[in-house]
């Protein structure tokens, strides 16, 4: 089973920056999606960013050019670049595997853009 620590998340003011990290551990296949997923309160969960394991990305329409994901050089790390963050970017931020046909989630953690 492959387990996902994330950490980075914390309050900060609208304008700035966070950087989101997961690390990944456990038995993954050489080709896997990670990425991040969002829930603000009484929304639905949506796909922020996520990257395959040959470095191709994809991104949210109201994310793109203010994020940023990437892959760690240590091995199933990932990291998300949080630029001109809006109030709107509040949410428990969820960082997720995809492969071998199964998922598996981290436990969140939460981003709150305000002054």
């Known amino acids: 089973q492959v387990q996902l620590v994330e950490s980075g998340g914390g309050l900060v003011q609208p304008g700035g920056s966070l950087r989101l990290s997961c690390a990944a551990s456990?038995?993954?296949?050489?080709?896997?999606?990670m990425g991040w997923y969002r829930q603000a309160p009484g929304k639905q969960r949506e796909l922020v960013a996520s990257?395959?394991?040959?470095?191709?990305?994809n991104y949210a329409d109201s994310v793109k050019g203010r994020f940023a994901i990437s892959k760690g050089n240590a091995k199933n790390t990932v990291y998300l670049q949080m630029n001109s963050l809006k109030p709107e970017d509040t949410a428990a931020y969820y960082c997720?595997?995809?492969?071998?046909?199964?998922?598996?989630w981290g436990q969140g953690t939460r981003v709150t853009v305000s002054s």
């Open positions: 990257v395959t394991s040959l470095g191709t990305t």
């Open positions: 997720y595997i995809e492969e071998s046909g199964l998922d598996s």
């Open positions: 456990g038995t993954i296949s050489s080709f896997y999606v």
